[in-house]
């Protein structure tokens, strides 16, 4: 098999890696999905300074470093990344980096920065699994994200509730 033939096969859409780094470049949260690109925890700290170094001061949405496409978005002390290998399709990387956005946004109710993510860092990785699984992307939609990993109305605080909620969590304890 030659390396044409290779790029010509048909795959599913996938990504390499889904990165939140802080301000400083520290990891907070990643998930890798190629372990052939990334032998281990050494190389892919490697990977995430270099990466930082090339991205926390440029204004680009978008960077090719080693070979794959490096997608990014920066808000006030976080940078969320999604790699792709060189050949996947920019645009619909775009649309998982837009998915993996809006969905911390909606998570964090707007307040997206470090406190407020490690305040609520398990819902985010449930988000992150339900938009990728071993790399295939499952979900590009923040919508349907954020409405299957819904909180139950009983973890939100009583102040945050409607009237309605109130009411439907005081019957529920009733029966």
């Known amino acids: ?7 010509l096969e048909p795959s599913l859409d996938s990504v390499k890696a889904l990165l ?3 301000n400083d470049g520290n990891r ?4 890798y999905y190629d372990d052939l690109t ?3 925890v050494e190389d892919q700290k490697k990977f995430e300074k270099s990466l930082f170094t090339k991205t926390h001061k440029a204004n680009a949405e978008i960077i090719m470093l080693d070979g794959m496409n490096c997608l990014y978005k920066s808000n006030v002390d976080l940078f969320f990344y999604v790699i792709g290998s060189g050949q ?3 645009l ?14 909606s998570i964090l109710r707007k307040n997206v920065d470090k406190r407020a993510l490690f305040d609520h860092i398990d819902v985010v990785m449930l988000a992150m699994d339900e938009m990728i699984d071993g790399g295939i992307i499952l979900e590009a939609d923040p919508a ?9 109305s009983d973890d ?8 309605a909620q109130v009411l439907q969590s005081a019957k529920e304890q009733l029966k």
Not at 1 to 7: A, E, H, I, N, Q
Not at 92 to 105: A, G, I, N, P, Q
Not at 144 to 152: F, G, K, S, W
């Open 156 to 163: 939100i605080p009583l102040g945050e509730q409607t009237v």
């Open 88 to 90: 996947e399709n920019e």
């Open 20 to 22: 939140i780094l802080d």
């Open 38 to 40: 990334w032998a281990g």
């Open 144 to 152: 349907e994200v954020t409405a299957r990993i819904c909180l139950r």
């Open 28 to 31: 907070i949260m990643a998930k």
């Open 92 to 105: 619909l990387l775009m649309s998982v980096l837009d998915c993996l956005y809006s969905t911390v946004s």
């Open 1 to 7: 098999m030659t390396m044409d033939s290779f790029l």
